[in-house]
């Protein structure tokens, strides 16, 4: 109830500017719309970005993938879900304005997620923020029926704000997150290489390997990409230049043991796993231990390489 | 009155972070055998992250005094971080982060005595026999 006060003088008084003036503004227009009241717009939104990207896809052949009748929306989890199943990087965005304004610039639509509710009787709606204009300090979205709606920028952050911040891009397999995210674009990627979308994780990392030298993921990515396409002496050159980086990613560690045991070199394998196992915190230690013992029923002695 | 709002906004999207965890173990294929995924390796890195952070916290000089006088040795309680579970990490960061900042002895009794207990939880300290 004490909401209520709150939310009337919201509409009165005029907040600070949000978006700095002086800067240019962005409008995605060539961005595909799909008007729909039904579903609270989370196939709609999802079609969206994924066409801006690339995929042609109608809101009703989503609607079975990203909708759960029961729950009367779209779980983010399954926008996810699906956005693998089209071959594109679901990149969440870290929870910040700037980050969704970087995405916009860069010429991506963004999903976001909104409560039009309240904190403790939420009304989830998925929109699509396809640009901004400073001066005026709103933001342009495609929303519901709606082709452009103008939004003031204080507005939306208040929306945004209830649903957690939560927003997403479907990047293009190498392209690349606009802001400096390389946690969260590295946690997209695995995703898909954990759903067995190895190809495309594949472009991923790689991409990312080449954006940040110094980052050991991407290497350790593609180590494991590289070995569920059977490329093992890839995937062994891939987790030693990771662990070139960080010779304390027990991962990779534990990966190239058992990459050098199915080649045959047993002994060497041996040497890398105790040394995982050494180094393993708690929580990676039980994964490292099967590794070890697996190596150990394994065939096989030293080897060439 | 500010965390009670933030309580309420979390519960749902917690829900579904638990949602998105159970279906990302759903959509996994069998898993290679002998071989760690890379979103394990991120996530060991975030949890290590976190256990540095909570170390961090419990080495702010009043914490560290009030567990002396608890009898109870910094550094090994420190130690015991790693062990915790990740819901008892969570626990630990929120209570830490909410000590005052001002010089209210009490509180801080509150805070590290909560803090002994979590400890407690993983057997590395006797509290109850040293009170």
């Known amino acids: 109830m004490r909401c209520l006060p709150a939310l009337l003088l919201a509409g009165c008084v005029a907040g600070p500017q949000i978006l700095s003036p002086q800067q240019d503004g962005v409008e995605l227009a060539a961005t595909p719309f799909f008007p729909q009241e039904r579903y609270q717009c989370g196939p709609a939104a999802l079609a969206t970005v994924l066409g801006a990207s690339g995929v042609s896809v109608q809101p009703e052949t989503l609607v079975p993938k990203v909708y759960l009748p029961e729950r009367q929306g779209s779980l983010q989890v399954e926008m996810i879900a699906a956005t693998r199943g089209y071959e594109r990087v679901p990149y969440v965005l870290p929870e910040s304005l700037d980050a969704l304004l970087a995405e916009l610039r860069a010429g991506r639509p963004v999903l976001v997620m909104q409560n039009l509710g309240w904190e403790f009787y939420p009304r989830w709606h998925y929109a699509v923020v396809i640009g901004y204009r400073p001066a005026a300090d709103k933001l342009i979205l495609r929303s519901g029926t709606t082709e452009r709606l103008l939004m003031d920028t204080e507005d939306f952050l208040d929306d945004w704000d209830k649903a957690g911040r939560w927003a997403m891009v479907t990047l293009v397999p190498g392209d690349l997150p606009a802001a400096e995210a390389r946690r969260e674009y590295l946690r997209a990627v695995a995703g898909l290489e954990a759903a067995g979308k190895v190809d495309t994780a594949a472009r991923g990392y790689r991409a990312a390997a080449d954006r940040w030298p110094d980052e050991p993921g991407p290497w350790l990515g593609l180590g494991n990409t590289r070995h569920a396409r059977g490329d093992l002496d890839g995937a062994v050159a891939a987790f030693r230049r990771a662990l070139k980086i960080d010779p304390g990613l027990v991962v990779a560690r534990n990966n190239l043991a058992q990459a050098l045991a199915e080649r045959g070199c047993k002994t060497a394998a041996e040497r890398q796993i105790e040394r995982a196992l050494d180094e393993a915190p708690p929580d990676l230690a039980p994964a490292v231990r099967r590794t070890r013992d697996e190596i150990a029923a394994m065939p096989g002695g030293a080897c060439s390489g | ?131």
């Open chain 2, 1 to 131: 009155m500010h965390s009670d709002k933030t309580s309420r906004l979390r519960s749902p999207l917690a829900l579904m972070a638990v949602f998105a965890y159970l279906f990302s173990f759903m959509a996994m294929p069998a898993a290679q055998a002998g071989m760690i995924g890379t979103g394990a390796a991120l996530d060991a890195e975030a949890r290590a992250e976190r256990v540095a952070e909570v170390q961090r916290l419990l080495s702010q000089d009043r914490v560290e005094a009030q567990m002396v006088e608890l009898g109870v040795d910094p550094a090994a309680a420190k130690q015991r971080v790693a062990g915790l579970t990740d819901a008892e990490l969570n626990t630990l960061e929120q209570e830490l982060k909410n000590l005052p900042a001002g010089g209210d002895a009490l509180a801080v009794i509150g805070v590290v005595f909560l803090v002994l207990l979590v400890l407690e939880v993983v057997g590395a300290i006797d509290l109850f026999n040293r009170l």
